[in-house]
Nanobody, 130 residues
Framework: QVQLVESGGGLVQDGGSLRLSCAASGVTFSNFVMGWFRQAPGKEREFVAVIDWSGERTYYGDFVKGRFTISRDNAKNIVFLQMNSLKPEDTAVYYC???????????????????????WGQGTQVTVSS
């Protein structure tokens, strides 16, 4: 059974940093694109970042503007999201997600829409105070 467990959220001041982690189990981790999404109260779930199977290709939401970095450690089945220069508008629950389909199905396509992801973690709260 696939499990994704996020950690690393918390309260940070405007301009601060946090590093989120997502530990995966029950899956051949390196076969799947992994992503981070976020959802603020009253808003739809929003794409944050995605990383391909090997970690060579990464894509980010427009709002990131160089502040966040997604990475993965396939040996440890963990994906990270380093967030710097945090702003109050970054306040949200952050979710880790696994692509619905493995690499041999996706071929070279890296999806970014939430609908493309089939498994989700429980989320970790990030709060940025002004």
């Amino acid at each position: 059974q696939v499990q994704l467990v996020e950690s690393g959220g918390g309260l940070v001041q405007d301009g601060g940093s946090l590093r989120l982690s997502c530990a995966a189990s029950g899956v051949t981790f390196s076969n799947f694109v992994m992503g981070w999404f976020r959802q603020a109260p009253g808003k739809e779930r929003e794409f944050v970042a995605v990383i391909d199977w090997s970690g060579e290709r990464t894509y980010y939401g427009d709002f990131v503007k160089g502040r966040f970095t997604i990475s993965r450690d396939n040996a440890k089945n963990i994906v990270f999201l380093q967030m710097n220069s945090l702003k109050p508008e970054d306040t949200a629950v952050y979710y880790c997600a696994r692509d619905r389909y493995p690499q041999h199905v996706r071929r070279i396509v890296v999806v970014t829409a939430p609908e493309g992801f089939g498994f989700w973690g429980q989320g970790t709260q990030v709060t940025v105070s002004s």
